[in-house]
């Protein structure tokens, strides 16, 4: 459908796993995806580099730009933006998915780590959003798409074993955090017709951070649903949808939305809500 012709989307985390489905998923859709991690032809303690992510989306006849970039890196951070547009001419999407899940129990948990946390997924995102913003002033429109969770929901009682001993507190605070920006942001942009929303997973996916902290028999869902949501977030005005926090199983089964394989080309079948999922999800994402 090319819901995305002419527009460049700048994807933290693209090297792997969840960034880089829905590099490719814009692409499909015509962005020019500007992709960035710190693994730009070698992995690092995880599989997946930048150079592959673009081999993926070029091979699927879509345009991809790497940038190397450690976003832990203040000067890195600053530079990103400007670094984008010399690259690629423009900027109309910034998705913040970047980030790595430390998890520990609060008593226990090194200071370097909850400070880390936080840096990944309110700092790095605030830093780049501020740099952002004013280029898409500037161009009349943006979309910015912040990364969230279910475990930023509160744990139902009685308190099950990962609620106990799963050490998820400050990585769910973050994430927390994270909606709620996400809410005063979209208010605050409302007028520059930026829109910004969240994206979440509605279970859990299968990524190569995720997976340790994910038994070996649990049920995860398909990262293609929340690659599709992702892009309904990223292509109406701000006037039209804004302030959502979208989860990938729910969003586009409310909205009645078809979901594609990451490259465009296959229709997927309609999602379907495992008995599973938190009870408290809102489908529309409001």
């Known amino acids: 459908m090319n819901l995305l012709t002419d527009k460049v989307a700048l994807v933290t985390g693209g090297s792997r796993g969840i960034g880089r489905a829905i590099a490719r998923r814009l692409a499909s859709e015509g962005a020019t995806v500007v992709v960035t991690a710190r693994s730009l032809n070698q992995a690092g303690s995880y599989a997946g580099t ?88 500037r161009q009349g429109a943006g979309w910015i798409v912040m990364m969230g969770s279910v475990t930023a929901l509160p744990p139902a009682k009685p308190y099950d074993m990962f609620a106990r001993k799963g050490g998820a507190s400050v990585y769910a605070a973050a994430k927390a955090a994270a909606h709620r920006f996400t809410q ?25 951070g995720a997976d ?13 649903y929340l690659a ?10 701000a006037e039209a949808r804004t302030g959502l926090v979208a989860y990938s199983l729910h969003f586009p089964l409310a909205l009645d939305l078809p979901v594609y394989s990451l490259d465009g080309r296959e229709l997927l079948p309609p999602p379907v809500i495992p008995a599973h999922a938190y009870a408290g999800i809102s489908n529309t994402g409001e």
């Open 50 to 137: 930048l150079a592959e992510t673009v081999a993926l989306v070029e091979s699927a006849g879509g345009r991809a730009i790497a940038l190397q970039a450690d976003l832990a890196e203040p000067a890195d951070r600053d530079r990103l933006i400007d670094r984008t547009v010399q690259a690629a001419g423009r900027l109309d999407i910034l998705v913040n998915n970047a980030g790595i899940a430390d998890y520990a129990p609060v008593v226990d948990m090194p200071l370097a780590m909850f400070d880390a946390t936080l840096d990944h997924y309110l700092r790095a995102p605030f830093a780049l959003i501020q740099k952002a913003a004013p280029v898409m002033k």
């Open 228 to 237: 599709e949501t992702a892009l309904a977030l990223c292509h109406l005005p």
């Open 184 to 208: 005063g942001l979209a208010a605050e942009l409302l007028e520059d017709n930026i829109a910004v929303n969240c994206v979440a997973p509605s279970t859990a996916i299968s990524t190569p």
């Open 212 to 224: 340790r902290y994910t038994p070996a028999d649990y049920p995860t869902e398909r990262v293609e």
